[in-house]
């Protein structure tokens, strides 16, 4: 399968713009959480220093959450990889 690697797909620079921030309101709404969890669970991604909340209290993942969740990303995107590659090739056995 063609695409980029792991390290290739990190690798590449990202404007940070590219950052989405969102609110513990926002996270609620989306997940059907309560907010009041929401707040806990931020709270311990903020100790853990993978969230960090802005002047305008809005939350953003760190450089940190990447580079400790990196194995994990990794694993998942092979996986990914390799559930597509199967896909097109039963797709091509039809």
Request: proline share 3%; aromatic share 6%.
């Amino acid at each position: 399968m063609d695409g980029l690697s792991y390290h290739e797909f990190i690798a590449r620079d990202r404007d940070q713009t590219e950052l989405a921030p969102i609110n513990l309101q926002s996270i609620a709404d989306y997940s059907g959480i309560p907010r009041e969890s929401v707040r806990r669970k931020v709270q311990a991604l903020q100790r853990a220093g993978w969230v960090r909340k802005r002047d305008d209290g809005y939350l953003i993942a760190t450089g940190q959450a990447s580079v400790d969740l990196a194995p994990a990303t990794e694993a998942s995107l092979k996986y990914l990889v390799a559930i597509g590659a199967a896909c097109a090739e039963a797709a091509s056995a039809d």
